[in-house]
């Protein structure tokens, strides 16, 4: 079955948020992706406040952000909460891979934009988790650069890169745009490798 997703942001909110951005300095700069289905990654990652900045720069360009969430948080009535802030259930008690079940929300939808996080973490990882490429991989969709820098404040979208399947090569252009990308917290920002296992 396929849904049409799409989550309307008001001219209101938008300006709240636009003052919001300027008031404090911040800037937003945004490269189309120009397709409604992709997965969006967010570098770096070592403040709470980094959410507030992608919620802002979401709202401001109105582009509807989901995230996945354990379905145990979407019980009535917590579920209606939950979705209206874009989440989406998946069921991490079967030995459904993880990925395939993410991946396989974009045959769900015929807009669909995934949010998550390789860092996992807001302290300094020694590498980045790889889901989220294989997520795009085995649904056949780009891979957004998100990033918030701190130094020059400017939050938006960079290129997208399409999966190859070569995840070496594939991960040296996510390593080139980010190398320069400056967090709130420049100490806690790992190296964008993968693992060595």
């Known amino acids: 079955m396929s849904l049409t997703l799409g989550i309307q942001r008001s001219s209101l909110a938008q300006a709240i948020a636009r003052s919001v951005l300027q008031l404090t300095g911040w800037h937003t700069h945004v490269i189309s992706p120009h397709t409604s289905r992709y997965v969006l990654i967010g570098a770096p990652h070592t403040s709470n406040w980094d959410f507030v900045i992608i919620l802002l720069l979401m709202t401001v360009e109105s582009i509807p952000i989901r995230w996945m969430g354990k379905d145990t948080l979407f019980r009535w009535p917590m579920g209606v909460f939950w979705r209206s802030f874009g989440a ?59 990033y918030i820098d701190y130094e020059k404040k400017v939050c ?40 060595a296992k």
Not at 92 to 114: G, P, S, W
Request: proline share 6%; glycine share 8%; aromatic share 10%.
């Open 156 to 195: 938006g979208l960079g290129p997208s890169i399409k999966p190859t399947g070569d995840i070496q090569a594939d991960f040296m252009i996510i390593r080139d745009f980010y190398s320069e990308i400056v967090g709130k917290y420049p100490h806690k920002q790992g190296e964008i490798e993968l693992s």
């Open 88 to 146: 989406i259930p998946v069921n991490r008690r079967e030995r459904t891979n993880l990925v395939d079940q993410i991946a396989a929300k974009f045959d769900e939808y015929d807009e669909l934009i995934i949010g998550l996080s390789p860092e996992g973490t807001r302290n300094k990882a020694s590498h980045w988790r790889t889901g989220f490429y294989y997520i795009a991989l085995k649904a056949d969709v780009p891979i957004v650069m998100a």
